[in-house]
Nanobody, 118 residues
Framework: QVQLVESGGGLAQPGGSLRLSCAAS????????MGWYRQAPGKQRELVAT???????NYADSLKGRFTISRDNAKDTVYLQMNHLEPGDTAVYYC????????????WGRGIQVTVSS
């Protein structure tokens, strides 16, 4: 079992920044992928970015350059630095942990609200 706890969300102004954190705990494999997804009201959940335990990253094309994912393997924590925020970034952001070629082990956090508004 893997427990994921997100933090760092809240309200930001357009053009501002926020940094999300997701800490993993429990019993799990050291080789894994962690990532962030988001879901805006009335829309499907979508990929934001992922990062493997070896540091390989993958981003949604539309977010490259504004968002940066990183991780601290010693702390089992993944981060999402969000810059130049736009109202369209408003969503619930979810942390995800996966392991296996077909994501046989797949855990999600509860989600954290990010609101971008003036």
């Amino acid at each position: 079992q893997v427990q994921l706890v997100e933090s760092g969300g809240g309200l930001a102004q357009p053009g501002g920044s926020l940094r999300l954190s997701c800490a993993a705990s429990g019993s799990f494999r050291s080789i894994n992928t962690m990532g962030w997804y988001r879901q805006a009201p009335g829309k499907q959940r979508e990929l934001v970015a992922t990062i493997t335990s070896r540091g390989r990253t993958n981003y949604a094309d539309s977010l490259k350059g504004r968002f940066t994912i990183s991780r601290d393997n010693a702390k089992d924590t993944v981060y999402l630095q969000m810059n130049h925020l736009e109202p369209g970034d408003t969503a619930v952001y979810y942390c995800r942990w996966t392991h296996g070629p077909f994501n046989e082990y797949d855990y999600w956090g509860r989600g954290i609200q990010v609101t971008v508004s003036s």
